[in-house]
């Protein structure tokens, strides 16, 4: 699986520059925005589906 | 050999200008003092942090049994009240589980995933930051019920009403610090979770990360959908003892068994939140020191993924004995059987790894070697476990504190001192004593032995857990688990020892410290650069 990258064989490069980096953290930001939605709709949903139970 | 290590640390005077406002800050060391540590951004940095709390806490929540095994040495009561033997009990697990194995295992991949998947940092280091510094006041906040009046939660880790209603005023301090925890916990795995997905190296496929980030994806999944149902748990508790809610509460039409429910669709998955990583470090150690690519690596990755979604399948295993309807009992007992398959794919393809390899045991690889043959013991007896018939002689006897401390001691926590051994160089630049190392281990591995294999026939004798006292025929077997438990604790003072003389100094580590070990992380020098992979390697 990580054949290729064995004994330092992975290169620096230049393929993802600043600009690149700071576009994957927006895209990171939204996803973790999501995920954090999902969290709290897990936390509330169970109170409720108790409450509604009884 | 060849080594073609790119020397990250030396970039950092010249390259970040041109990059305009966004490596504006990637291009200095860290800060001076204290500041540096309290509003750090740097993933090892906060790394170091996790690391250092979890240490810290595993002398906390390890004094706590060595009380709980020093009052079991002998049959009477000699030195704690009841209730404080109960607090202790309840308090240890606490704190070990959220304040010690997984807090260290954040540690881990904060300081290995950046360095693994390419990246520079974790994708969100503010909160980053605040996942990490939610914890000491969590954990202050947890400790603190020790002293308050009616002392600390004393009804065990699983919370149960109404027991745990009956608790004194620690009761609304320690679901708050179980909040605060479990915050942290989801804050640090979505971190995980999109550091992963969004900022891995070009050319780093899903299927060419290491296996400890893959079982840490899973694991954070894991985290997101089972932390968030506790939390809604202990609400609960919180309201019925404080607002008038009968959730819970028999007397005003709820149901208390629902919480038992509640908390163990949370603490089954929880169970293998706490052993993903392991696997995930002990499948980094294994090839490196059997000198041969992991086998089957897709089919550990499947494996893995199965356990996770398996987790959440199985859950009213630990309540057999509540009673439910048969086909409710065949379910869950099958079920919980399934997970046989997917670990012992993950022992096969780990055993399969250093069949023909050229080995060496070095201390890590020790360290593996144990988890692979003790946690393999924990998996067996938690399939005797898994038996509904058999489980209702087992439960709640210390046959069940055998199982669970087998596959977390030499488990969970021997794949993280194997982790730790195995990048302490990574981290310091200096190598450790070997010769300490193995000392440690060999105490570890017999005295750990010593302590809970003995409570195997406790359990199976039919002596309750839980209890600071017992009948005379369990003396023997609790002295000599309370004696491997006293050198258990005492080894590990070796173990903060050998690290902190790593930290001060040793031999140079070099940047690949291991013989041709796989991975970016060993591309870097070491210590690894403050700042690594301000520009992403190429992944071929």
Redesign the interface.
Known sequence: ??????????????????????A??R???R??LL??I???C??????VA??L?? | ??????D?SHDHSHAGHS??D??HD?HHGPAKGLSRWIFTTNHKDIGTLYLLFALVMLFVGGAMAMVIRLELFQPGLQFVHPDQFNQMTTMHALIMIFGMIMPAFVGFANWMIPMMI?A?DM??PR?NNWSFWILPFAGSILLSTLFMDGGAPAGGWTLYPPLSLQAGNSFPFTIFAIHLLGMSS?LGS??I???I???R???MTL?????FVWTWLITAYLL??A???L???V??LLTDQFFG???FQAAG???PV?FQH?FWFFGHPEVYIIILPAFGIVSQIIPTFSRK??FG??AMIYATASIGFLSFIVWAHHMFTVGMPLAGTMFFMLSTMLIAIPTAVKVFNWTATMWRGSLTFETPMLFSLAFLFLFTIGGFSGLMLAIAPADFQYHDTYFVVAHFHYVLVPGALFGAIAGAYFWLPKWTGHMYDETLGKIHFWLSAISVNVTFFPQHFLGLAGMPRRIPDYATQFTNWNMVSSIGAFGFGLSQLLFAYIVIKTIRGGRTAT??VWD?P???E??VPSPAPYHT????????
Do not use: C
């Open positions: 699986m990580t054949g290729d990258l064995q004994n330092g064989a992975a290169p620096a490069g230049a393929a993802a520059g600043p600009d690149e980096i700071a994957q953290r895209q990171a930001r996803t973790a995920l954090g999902v969290a709290v897990v936390y509330l949903g169970f109170i108790v409450g139970r009884n | 050999m060849s080594t073609h290590t790119h990250h990059h305009g966004h490596a990637d390419g520079p994708a969100l909160l989801i979505i971190n979770i999109v550091t997905m969004n900022m190296a070009p050319g299927l060419k990360m290491p296996l997101i959908a932390m968030p149902v939390a809604g748990g609400t609960m809610t009968t959730f039409g709820g149901d629902l509640i690519p992991l690596s897709a940047a690949q041709q796989e991975g970016l060993w591309t992979f301000d520009e992403a390697p190429v992944v071929k």
